[in-house]
Structures are given as C-alpha cells and as structure tokens.
C-alpha cells in the first residue's frame, strides 16, 4: 500500500531538484568612476598586482613580514575561523543526503504481564534512515549561505594578511623615522655643547658674556632632553613590533636607513578592479550573498517538508535468534509535515531575513564607497607629500648652509651669539620635519597598497590556510 505514496514523493524530488524557492544572488549594479580621484587616466598596470616581498626594498623589512605572517597570533585565530566555518559548511550539506543511523537495546523483566511471574529478555536491533526530500530547495539554500560565510571568513583572513603586512611595514618605517630624531637629537646635543664650550672660552677670555652662555647652556639642555624622551618611544614602537610578529618584547633588527628605501612607482590600476581585489570588499558581498540565501530559507519555511523513512532489523528473546527471518522487523514511510498557523513567526523570521539582507547591501555599499576614498587619500597623499619633501629638502639645506655661514660671521666678529643660536635652533626642528616626511612618503605608498588591496593572491602559504582550488566553491562573478 506504501509503494504509490512513497513512489510518488520520489517522482516528485526528482521532478523539484533544480529548483529553489527564493531569489537568486545577483551583484548589486554600482556605478563605479572610471578613474580614482587623484590619478589622471585610467592604467592597467598596478601597484596591487606586486607580491608584498617585491614592494619592500629591505631585505630586513622582508624578513620581519615574513615572520609575522608565520607567527601573527590574529592570523592564527583567522585562520582557525576559516577551519570553524568550513565545518559549517558540511553540517548544513549533509541535511541533503539521507542521514542513517542503528539502534540496539538489551532488556529483562518481570511481572509486566498480570498474573504472570516468568522472567523474560528482550533484544532489538535495528537500522534506520530518515530523508528529508528538498523539494523547496531549503536545504540548498541553507548550504549556499554556508558557502558563502565560508567565502567570507577567507576574504577577513585575506584582509588580515593586508593588514598585517602593512602594518608591520609601517610600525618598521616608524621605527627608522624615530631612529633619525634620535640622531639628530644626539648630534644637536654635541653641536649646542661645542656651542656652549665655544662661548664659555670667550667668557673666561673676556671677551663673552654670561646671558650667552646661559642661553647656549639651555639650548643644550634641551636638546638634551629629547634623547631619553625618543629612546623611550623607540623602545615602545619596538614592543608594538614584536607583538605584531608573535614575539615577547625585545630589540628590532634594522635594515636599510629611513632614505634608503627605495621608491616605487604607485600606478593605481583600473577602478573596477577593486571590487573584485580588496578582501573587505569581497567580505561584504559574501555577507550579501549569505543574506540573500537565507531569504529564501525563510520562504521554503511557509512551505511544508516532505521525507522518507525506513528501518530494518530483529526483536526476539534470545540473542541467537535476533537475524532469523522470524524475528525481523521493518518499517517504510512518508511524512509531510507543514505549518498552519504560527502566530505570525514565519512571517516574522521573512521580514527579519529582509530586512538583514537590506542592511547587508547598505553595508556591501559603504564598503565600496570607503575602499574608493582610501585609494584616492592615498593617491593624493603620494603626489602631494612628494611636492612637501622637496620643498623641506631645499629648507635643510639653506638652514644647513645658515649655520655654517652664522659660525663663520660669529668667529670673525661679525654676528652675535644670537645669531649662530638661532640658525642652529631652526635647524634641527627642520631635519626632524624632513624625516617625517619621508616616513609618511612610504607610509603613504603602503597604505595605498592597502587599499587597493594588493598582494594577497600571491601571499606565501600559511599554516592552515585553504588553497584557491579548495575556497572557490562556485564562480563569484563573470
């Protein structure tokens, strides 16, 4: 009697299976520029198109990347989420397959029967299947949505490689930039102490005064004073470091010197690339993807789920006899079950679905819009720092030059203390501004790499870390 039920459920999920109730993702349209502000025409070379390791000119620089992306503790803990969704993946894909299962039960007894004493025994064992047939394409929508969390869980461990990366490149070019305000520190201190050596003599000689030395004396003194103040920031940008590449606090490695770094040429590529490069990016619409799935669990939820069951083994007294044909059980059936009334909760869970999908656009949306403004911040910020740099080398060398003219004037007679203090003290202040540009000039150069999401394709295998082949679960795009 079960044969016709039975066979027209599986007529009917082979005649379903292609199809899922819902809307089908597609990429929302956004009317992206044809140029980043900031870049006059439109290249198709890039910066982002560099692997990390040929951006950075220092091999030492090199080296600390590379160590931090073996031994970064957040890349870890993103790596591990990667694993944690994976996992998600098949426990929401295994629903599609028939899940199986046994059963076995060993009981003894007595007086269950009225009036009887005897003692009996009782053993069961038996197999049993249960399928839910997706005719609605609930189970498939579940898996998409899996799918793409999967997606976007290796998009924010792509994003930490970025980060990571140009985090360490920049917390190491901080460090070279502090390590020139030392120096110049030091060598101001030495300059203002031959200073005051110098008019101390002319005071002891006759021929100084007292308010220069004092003044020359307190220009010293705070020269001086920056020396511990930059050790200790040294210090502390070091730590930053070391947390950055997994160690315990302790001395940096130094390469190249902050003007040695090399400087490359920052083509920004076409515009349309960044959807599909930078991870964030990537991240969001996965999230949408993942959103416009579960809208269509939310409406398989209205519709009621059909399945099929079966089981098979023995029952008998004796444990001998359990697999004789005499004592074998089985059982085949189909079950619709579907809702009536709810109360409003699917309706509910609906809503709720759509409105998360809407405020995943909104956020895929600013996603873009802020990944577009960083590229041209740091466009801008190259073109115009370079501008800033030359102008701040011309005034280091006409200070330099003032200096040497000053000591000269003031060894001939011809200019006071005032003057050879004064030259010195704009100076300094001028060479520290001078190397603060430079590190913000490759600063800005990381950052727009950064932005325009570059280098993670060709990252170095990292422990745990999925392979194209195994993260590409379905086409993302044409």
């Known amino acids: 009697m079960l044969r016709r039920p039975v066979g027209l459920v599986v007529a009917a999920a082979v005649l379903f299976h292609g199809c899922a109730l819902g809307p089908n993702y597609r990429r929302p349209e956004l009317r992206t520029p044809e140029t980043f502000r900031g870049q006059t025409t439109p290249e198709t070379a890039s910066l ?8 950075f000119d220092d091999a030492t620089l090199r080296d600390l990347v590379g160590e931090s992306l073996r031994q970064n503790l957040d890349l870890a803990t993103a790596v591990a989420r990667v694993g944690q969704a994976r996992g998600f993946v098949l426990v929401a894909r295994s629903e599609i397959f028939p899940q199986g299962g046994y059963q076995g039960s060993a009981d003894r007894g007595r007086g269950l029967v009225p009036g009887s004493s005897d003692t009996f025994n009782s053993f069961l064992g038996a197999l049993n299947m249960a399928w839910e047939i997706d005719l609605w394409g609930r189970i498939r929508r579940s898996t998409e949505a899996a799918r793409a969390e999967l997606l976007a869980s290796e998009d924010f461990r792509r994003g930490v490689v970025i980060s990571l990366v140009s985090s360490v490149a920049q917390a190491y070019f901080q460090l070279r930039e502090l390590d020139v305000e030392l120096e110049i520190a030091r060598r101001s201190t030495d300059s203002f102490q031959d200073t005051l050596a110098l008019f101390t003599r002319r005071l002891e000689g006759g021929v ?5 030395v004092a003044r020359a004396a307190a220009a010293r003194a705070q020269a001086a004073a920056a020396i511990p103040d930059l050790e200790r920031l040294i210090v502390a940008q070091e730590n930053a470091l070391g947390v950055l590449l997994g160690r315990f606090p302790g001395p940096i490695a130094r390469g190249q010197t902050l003007t040695e770094q090399g400087t490359l040429a920052t083509p920004a590529g076409l515009s349309s690339t960044l959807l599909e490069r930078r991870p964030d990016v990537r991240q969001a619409e996965d999230q949408l993807r993942a959103a416009n799935a579960l809208v269509g669990v939310a409406i398989t939820n209205f519709f009621p789920r059909v399945g099929l069951t079966a089981a098979y083994g023995g029952n008998s007294s004796e444990l001998d006899q359990i697999t004789s044909g005499a004592a074998s059980i089985w059982n085949i059936g189909a079950s619709v079950v579907g809702p009536l009334f709810q109360g409003g909760r699917l309706i509910g869970g609906y809503e709720a679905a759509k409105a998360e999908w809407e405020g995943t656009r909104a956020q895929y949306e600013q996603t873009v819009l802020t990944a577009f403004r960083e590229v041209s911040d740091a466009l801008v910020a190259i073109d115009k720092l370079r501008l800033v740099r030359e102008e701040r080398a011309r ?7 003032a200096v040497r003219l000053s000591r000269l004037r003031f060894d001939d007679g011809l ?3 005032f003057e050879v203090l004064d030259a010195q003290q704009l100076l300094f202040p001028a060479e520290n501004e001078l190397a603060r540009i430079e590190r913000d000039r490759l600063l800005a150069v990381v950052q727009l790499y950064r932005a325009l999401g570059g280098g993670w394709t060709d ?8 392979r194209p082949a195994e993260t590409e679960v379905w086409p993302r795009w044409p």
């Open 415 to 417: 200019a006071s203390y």
């Open 48 to 55: 982002a198109d560099l692997p990390w390791w040929d951006v």
């Open 395 to 401: 005034a280091v060398a006409a200070l330099t030059d």
């Open 208 to 212: 100084g005064n007292k308010l220069a």
């Open 459 to 466: 990252a170095p295998a990292i422990a745990g870390e999925l």
